[in-house]
C-alpha cells in the first residue's frame, strides 16, 4: 500500500513537471470520455423524455380507430366497447370518444378549427385530468344528453378574456349553432398523442352523438388495460380479435406502450452506435499515453539505473510506470466524465428536457481509461523493467 501511494505520488509529480506535454497526451482520453458521457447522457434523456411523453398519454392505454364507410364499419358501435370487454383478458374498461372540428364563439369572441371531443364522464379520471375551475360533467349528464362542456385553459383564454367561463354559455358551430354552457375549465396540460387538452372542448359523448353530430359510429375507443397486464400483449389480442370479426383494413391500434418500446430500441442502438465511434477517440488518446511514456523511460533511464543499483526489482520499476500510465489515463477520463455531464446539461437545457445521468456512460467511461491505461502503459512499463542498472547509467 505503501508503495502504491508513493508511485501515485511520483505520477503526479512527473505530471506536474511536464504540464503541457501532460495536457496534450490528455486530450484524446478527454475528448473521447467527454464524447462517450455526453452521447449516452443525452441518449437517455431523450429516451425519458419519449417516455415521460407517452407516460402522460398513459402507457396502460390501447386505442382502436375503426377507418372506411359507415356501412364498412357497422360492429364499431358504442355497444361494441362492452363486446371488446368481454371478448378481451385484461382490459379494465374501454371508452368510446368521438372527435370533430367546429367553430366555436362567444359573443364577439370565434375561435375557428376548434377540436371537439364527445367523452364519457370517466374519460377524465383516465386520463389523469384536473381542473383549474368548476366540475367535470357526469354520467347523469351522459344519460340526459345535457348541453355542457369542460374546455381547456387557452380555449378559455380566447373565448372569455377577463372573465371567468363558468357559468357562461358559448355557441358550437357544426351544421347548426348549438348553445353550451361551460361547467369547468382544465389545468393546463401538455399535449398527448394528437391531443391538445387546453384548446379541446369536451362535451358528453350521448350529446355529441344524438344531439351535436348525430352519428352511431365511434371515432376512438380508449382501451384501459388492467393492472398486472401488459399493454403490448393485450393490443395484440385486440389486433387477433379484430382481424377475426371486421379484416385488418377496417381498423387501426396505437399502443402507447408498444412505441415506446420501438422507440427505447431504437434510442439504445443509435446511442450505443455514436458511443462506439466516439471510443475511437480514446484509442487515439491510448497510444497518445504510450507515446509519453515511452519518452519518460528514455528521459527517466538515470533514475531507473539508480534505483535498480539500489535494489529496486523489475516488478517496482513496472509498477511504477504502470501506475504513472494508469494514473495519467484516470485523470483524462475524470475530466472528460465532467465534460461530459456539462456538455449534457447544456444540451439538455437548450432542448426543455430534463437531464438523466447515464449511470453506464460512468462505469464505461471509467472503465476504458483503467483498461487503455494498463494496456498502453504495460509496454513502456515492461521496457523500463528490462533495463539493467549499468546499461541504464552508462546511457545517463
Known amino acids: 500500500m505503501m508503495m502504491l501511494s508513493e508511485n501515485i505520488r511520483m505520477a503526479f509529480s512527473s505530471m506536474a513537471g511536464n504540464k503541457l506535454r501532460t495536457f496534450l497526451s490528455l486530450l484524446g482520453i478527454m475528448i473521447g470520455v467527454a464524447s462517450v458521457v455526453a452521447i449516452l447522457n443525452l441518449g437517455r434523456s431523450v429516451s425519458e423524455s419519449i417516455s415521460e411523453s407517452f407516460e402522460i398519454g398513459g402507457l396502460d392505454t390501447v386505442n382502436v380507430m375503426p377507418r372506411g364507410t359507415a356501412r364498412e364499419t357497422m360492429i364499431f358501435t358504442e355497444e361494441f366497447a362492452y ?20 367553430n366555436v364563439r362567444n359573443r364577439q369572441e370565434i375561435e375557428e378549427g376548434v377540436q371537439i371531443q364527445g367523452v364519457t364522464s370517466g374519460y377524465f379520471a383516465s386520463n389523469a385530468l384536473e381542473l383549474m375551475d368548476g366540475e367535470f360533467f357526469g354520467a347523469i349528464d351522459n344519460i340526459n344528453r345535457r348541453q355542457v362542456c369542460v374546455i381547456g385553459p387557452e380555449l378559455a383564454d380566447e373565448l372569455f378574456p377577463g372573465e371567468d367561463p363558468v357559468g357562461n354559455y358559448l355557441s358550437v358551430f357544426r351544421r347548426q349553432s348549438k348553445s353550451f354552457l361551460v361547467i369547468g375549465v382544465l389545468a393546463e396540460r401538455d399535449e398527448s398523442l394528437g391531443t391538445s387538452y387546453n384548446t379541446t372542448l369536451f362535451m358528453p359523448y350521448n350529446t355529441y352523438v344524438q344531439r351535436f353530430m348525430r352519428t352511431d359510429q365511434v371515432g376512438t375507443y380508449v382501451v384501459k388495460v388492467a393492472e398486472g397486464y401488459d399493454a403490448t400483449a393485450v393490443a395484440d389480442d385486440i389486433e387477433g380479435y379484430l382481424d377475426e370479426i371486421a379484416g385488418e383494413d377496417y381498423y387501426r391500434i396505437f399502443s402507447p406502450a408498444t412505441i415506446k418500446e420501438m422507440s427505447d430500441s431504437v434510442m439504445s442502438t443509435f446511442s450505443a452506435f455514436l458511443a462506439a465511434i466516439a471510443a475511437i477517440s480514446l484509442v487515439v488518446g491510448g497510444i497518445g499515453i504510450m507515446n509519453i511514456m515511452l519518452v519518460s523511460v528514455v528521459e527517466r533511464t538515470g533514475e531507473i539505473g539508480i534505483r535498480k543499483a539500489l535494489g529496486a526489482t523489475p516488478r517496482m520499476i513496472r509498477s511504477q510506470f504502470l501506475v504513472e500510465s494508469v494514473t495519467l489515463s484516470l485523470s483524462g477520463g475524470l475530466i472528460g466524465l465532467a465534460l461530459g455531464t456539462a456538455l449534457s446539461f447544456a444540451a439538455v437545457n437548450i432542448a426543455g428536457w430534463s ?10 467511461s471509467l472503465g476504458f481509461s483503467l483498461i487503455i491505461g494498463v494496456f498502453f502503459g504495460w509496454y513502456p512499463a515492461a521496457k523500463a523493467a528490462r533495463l539493467e542498472p549499468m546499461e541504464a547509467l552508462s546511457r545517463e
Do not use: Q
Open 83 to 102: 363486446d371488446l370487454m368481454d371478448e378481451i383478458e385484461g382490459i379494465r374498461e374501454v371508452l368510446p370518444t368521438v372527435s370533430s372540428i367546429a
Open 355 to 364: 437531464l438523466h445521468i447515464s449511470s453506464g456512460a460512468v462505469i464505461i
